[in-house]
Structure formats: structure tokens, C-alpha cells
């Protein structure tokens, strides 16, 4: 994948990204504990299927710009690393240029 295409990929994640900061943000006081249905957040241009996350979980991976989480399979090998399995999802982070770009547009930056 050229340096183009891994800032195209990594742009479109951020995107997904804010849509579940939308998500997020729209669970109630008290229910950080309930699984809800996150977008997967991988690089496949379509790819609208949903992960079961609370929001506690969601938080977790949050808190590095350079993580993702996405569904198994669904991850991009050459722009990001596996760096962890969980029950129903996976959790990504990226490497290089995706990195930069996961970064420029972490909507808490
Ligand atoms: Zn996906």
C-alpha cells in the first residue's frame, strides 16, 4: 500500500471514528456499562457493520489516538498492528503514516 492509499485508509477510519464519538455521546448517564452497537472502524470503504462495546470498553481504547476498534478479519495488515483479541472484536494500532494521520484527525486533539 503506497503513502496515499494509507492516509486515504486511515482518513476514512477517523471518519467512522467521529460517528462513534456521535454514538457515545448520545448513551445515557449510568449505562457505560451496556453493550452498544459501535461502528467498526477499519479501513474497508462500506464496511457498516456494528461491534457490541460498552462505553467503558470504548473509552479504554480511546485514550490512544492510534487505536481502533474493529471486527476480526477486518484489519489492514501493512497500516496497523493486532494488539489485542477480544470476545466479538479486535482492538488495532497503527503504524507510520496512518499513524500521522490518526493523530492529525483525533477529534479530541
Ligand atoms: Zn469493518
Redesign the pocket.
Known amino acids: 500500500m503506497t503513502g496515499k492509499h494509507q492516509r486515504r485508509a486511515a482518513a476514512n477510519e477517523a471518519t467512522i471514528r467521529d460517528v462513534n464519538e456521535g454514538i457515545e455521546r448520545g448513551q445515557w448517564p449510568g449505562e457505560e456499562d451496556s453493550p452498544v452497537g459501535f461502528r ?1 472502524e ?1 479501513a ?1 470503504l462500506g ?1 457498516n ?1 456494528l461491534i457490541e462495546l460498552s462505553v467503558h470498553e470504548y473509552e479504554e481504547i480511546r485514550a490512544n489516538p492510534r487505536r481502533f476498534v ?2 476480526p478479519g ?1 484489519e489492514f495488515a501493512d497500516i496497523e498492528t493486532v494488539i489485542e483479541t477480544r470476545p466479538g472484536y479486535i482492538i488495532v494500532e497503527k503504524r507510520d503514516e496512518a499513524a500521522e494521520v490518526a493523530e492529525e484527525n483525533n477529534p479530541r486533539g
Do not use: E, I
Open positions: 467498526c477499519c474497508r464496511c457493520r474493529l471486527l477486518h
